[in-house]
């Protein structure tokens, strides 16, 4: 008779700073990577965090986690999985008392804007999406930024296969919004529907800093789009 292993599943919360989004086949969230007062630790995402997580999440925000926590006896070790993210209170707490004993003289105040996390296209680059024009199409976002002055504020990315190799080039959109069959005449339209609002901020140059905004993530689906 084997030997029979158990599986023992608690609640768990902690507070830790984002360090880094772990994504499989390139384009696929799976879960956070969080430096923690016991260490750096991994945290999967439960599915419809997955869908909904918002990928601008700046690097060193401290977040709130409240999951699961499953011990494995044959594997002697711990699996967290993430049933809902939050902005930490306590980083908040901090940020607002040191604001507030830190302030200096009004008249010496300068204001600096922080740098803004880039948006980001991801791109299929194998072969059978290149030579679906896969490449032409790259070329053709590649020009649509330039062309918007959007540069500096949206990045394409290559990636490993997305499973739909028949029906390349395969692109997906900041917002996950993912597009086949995608060919160049239909680049400029893409970038319209998806970045009008930037073009807008561009033209007007009145941006402001907003607050760090965690959504609901049990209210938005993943979009997907054939064209």
């Keep these: 008779m084997g030997i029979i292993?158990?599986?023992?599943?608690?609640?768990?919360?902690?507070?830790?700073?984002?360090?880094?989004?772990v994504i499989k086949d390139g384009y696929k969230?799976?879960?956070?990577?969080?430096?923690?007062?016991?260490?750096?630790?991994?945290?999967?995402?439960?599915?419809?965090?997955?869908?909904a997580f918002d990928l601008r999440l700046p690097k060193g925000t401290w977040l709130q986690v409240v999951g699961t926590k499953k011990y494995d006896e044959k594997k002697s070790e711990y699996?967290?999985?993430?049933?809902?993210?939050?902005?930490?209170?306590?980083?908040?707490?901090?940020?607002?008392?040191?604001?507030?004993l830190q302030?200096?003289?009004?008249?010496?105040?300068?204001?600096?804007?922080p740098a803004k996390t880039k948006q980001t296209i991801l791109m299929c680059q194998k072969s059978d999406c290149w030579k679906r024009g896969g490449k032409e199409v790259c070329q053709a976002f590649e020009a649509a930024l330039s062309d918007r002055g959007l540069e500096d504020q949206v990045t394409?990315?290559?990636?490993?296969?997305?499973?739909?190799?028949?029906?390349?080039?395969?692109?997906?959109?900041?917002?996950?919004?993912?597009?086949s069959r995608i060919q160049t005449e239909q680049v400029a339209s893409l970038m319209d529907k998806?970045?009008?609002e930037k073009q807008e901020d561009k033209q007007t140059d009145n941006s402001e800093l907003l607050p760090i905004k965690i959504s609901n993530f049990n209210e938005v689906s993943v979009k997907t789009s054939v064209i």
Excluded: W
């Design 103 to 113: 302030e200096p003289p009004a008249s010496n105040v300068t204001q600096v804007k």
């Design 29 to 51: 969230l799976k879960g956070l990577k969080l430096e923690t007062s016991e260490g750096e630790c991994y945290v999967k995402l439960a599915k419809p965090l997955r869908a």
């Design 194 to 196: 998806h970045f009008a």
């Design 79 to 100: 699996t967290l999985k993430a049933e809902r993210v939050m902005a930490a209170r306590s980083d908040l707490g901090r940020v607002a008392t040191s604001t507030a």
């Design 156 to 179: 394409i990315k290559g990636t490993g296969c997305m499973k739909n190799c028949k029906a390349g080039p395969n692109v997906v959109m900041p917002d996950k919004t993912r597009y």
């Design 5 to 21: 292993y158990s599986q023992e599943i608690t609640e768990f919360c902690l507070e830790g700073r984002f360090i880094d989004f």
